[in-house]
């Protein structure tokens, strides 16, 4: 076992950890032609660099941060900003599912410990994207009842509250050190699982566990494989 004890909870982030987060693709097919090709994938960095900056202020639902950060991009690069684009992005999201081999490796570390979302997600599309995962869940967390996003500290200190725990009872899983592990790390949370999925650079420093397999999750626990 990776972790010298068992944790009380293990916790996830959601989006692009457990669930294929396909905002770009969506984005590409809502605008369609109006996006050109030369400028499409500097136009999606854009956007989810002004969707983190949208999250670091004061809390707003996440069609807005969705929309905001459209918006603002579209600007930057000469595009005509559609709200009902923007809605029809938002609206994507709850179709979404998991990444291969997820189901099974929750479900097998539900037989160990128990499992938390703590997710950049409002509550209806949580809901939603959970049952897409269909596997056991103890506790949903969502920037709704937050009343804050990842990466703000606040987040996690909701987390320790809700959960009645302290930073030493939980092992945090995140497939993105920029929403997740550096909070995580600044929280003093040691027991840490970064899922490379290969959207963000291995930041080892912030001392966590890295795997490319979903898979390995359980196998960090003492636990065997899953079989698909």
């Known amino acids: 076992m990776a972790f010298e004890t068992t944790p009380k909870f293990v916790t996830f982030d959601m989006n692009g950890t457990l669930i294929r987060f396909r905002i770009s693709d969506a984005i590409r097919e809502v605008l369609g032609d109006r996006l050109p090709a030369e400028i499409a994938d500097d136009f999606l960095q854009a956007c989810k660099a002004y969707r983190i900056d949208e999250c670091m202020g004061d809390y707003k639902p996440f069609q807005q941060i969705v929309a905001q950060s459209m918006e603002r991009a579209m600007r930057g690069f000469g595009l005509q900003f559609r709200a ?10 709850p179709t979404w599912g998991p990444y291969p081999g997820v189901t099974e490796a929750l479900r ?5 410990v128990p499992l ?4 950049n997600s409002d509550d209806a599309h949580a809901a939603r994207l959970v049952e897409n995962l269909q596997a056991p869940f103890e506790v949903v967390i969502t920037a709704e009842q937050m009343g804050v996003y990842k990466p703000r500290l606040r987040a996690f200190e909701y987390m320790f509250d809700k959960l009645g725990v302290t930073p030493e009872d939980i092992v945090h899983v995140s497939a993105s050190p920029m929403y997740d592990l550096r909070s995580a790390a600044v ?5 840490k699982v970064y899922v490379d999925r290969g959207f963000e650079a291995d930041e080892h420093w912030l001392g966590y566990e890295r795997i490319t397999d979903i898979a390995d999750l359980p196998v960090l626990f003492g636990l065997p494989r899953p079989t698909a």
Not at 84 to 93: G, K, L, N, P, S
Not at 108 to 112: F, G, P, S
Not at 116 to 119: A, H, K, L, R, S
């Open 108 to 112: 097998r570390l539900a037989e160990e």
């Open 84 to 93: 009902a684009d923007a809605r029809a992005v938002y609206d994507h999201i």
């Open 116 to 119: 938390v979302i703590v997710t």
């Open 187 to 191: 929280m003093g949370i040691k027991n």
